[in-house]
């Protein structure tokens, strides 16, 4: 009688505990939804974007890395983990240093992992040199004429210096469709720690819920999403969303049909 009643409390509990984790997978899944679904048919009052890779094209920088790393096209998604790790790292460190700057101490770590020489001046010169001439992707020019006619702000809203997206933004004829420029240099916190959202959100004058970033990386849609913001998901090839994060409201693979939508808004 013991052991069937040890039996039965064992039984109940797991399933008492299985009872009280599967609700909330399942309210989760709910204030996702209910997140998405107030507000999403109201126009965001300031649209923020990425800029590497949302609207600069990143093949000749990605060229450029490759071949310091002997050619290694298979290491490239290491490296941009590994930078983007070590980002992170120095912002939960309360530390800051340029975004390019770690991209090349990233660059000589997975070198050196690999057996690969490579000192600091040709790691800098390989992510650098081109960074700062990338040309835009082919949809975005139109697609940012589009929203400005329609009345929309536009804020970049990037982990690069402000000197280094005012020359890439230059270079690219980018300049003039945006109302400001904002960098993670005047704050010192990388995205996608929230810190850096809010921050934006308050430079600009309003509440998260009125932001909206428009960006190709998985983590920095996560990260918005998770600061309260609104979301679209540029699915450029190779880009994924986080399976752990909230699904944006918006999930193109271009700016082309993500402006078509934003106009709908009212």
């Known amino acids: 009688m013991k052991n069937n009643r040890r039996d039965f409390i064992r039984k109940t509990t797991v399933l008492g505990l299985a009872g009280a984790t599967i609700p909330q997978f399942g309210n989760a899944a709910n204030k996702s939804a209910e997140t998405f679904i107030t507000g999403s048919e109201i ?55 340029d975004f390019g700057i770690i991209g090349a101490a990233a660059l000589q770590m997975v070198a050196a992992n690999n057996g690969i020489t490579l000192t600091e001046d040709k790691a800098r010169e390989a992510i650098l040199g081109p960074i700062r001439s990338l040309p835009a992707h082919p949809d975005v020019k139109a697609a940012l004429q589009q929203l400005k006619d329609a009345g929309y702000k536009l804020v970049s809203f990037t982990n690069s210096s402000n000197k280094g997206v005012e020359t890439q933004f230059t270079n690219a004829g980018l300049l003039d469709y945006f109302d400001e ?43 918005a999403l998770w600061a309260n913001w609104r979301g679209a998901f540029v699915s450029r090839p190779g880009a994924q969303l986080y399976p752990l994060a909230p699904n944006p409201e918006i999930i193109e693979p271009n700016l082309t049909p993500i402006a078509q939508k934003l106009i709908a808004l009212k």
Not at 57 to 80: H, I, Q, Y
Not at 186 to 192: A, I, R
């Open 43 to 97: 126009r965001p009052k300031v649209l923020f974007f990425d800029v590497n890779e949302t609207l600069l094209d990143l093949t000749a920088m990605k060229e450029s890395v490759g071949a310091v790393l002997g050619n290694r096209s298979d290491l490239l998604p290491l490296w941009f983990t590994t930078m983007l790790q070590y980002s992170l790292v120095t912002t939960v460190g309360r530390q800051y240093n």
């Open 181 to 223: 420029r904002l960098s993670i240099e005047d704050m010192g916190k990388f995205k996608p720690d929230a810190d850096a959202y809010d921050w934006a959100a308050r430079k600009m004058g309003i509440r998260p819920n009125e932001c909206m970033l428009v960006a190709a990386h998985g983590w920095d849609i996560a990260g």
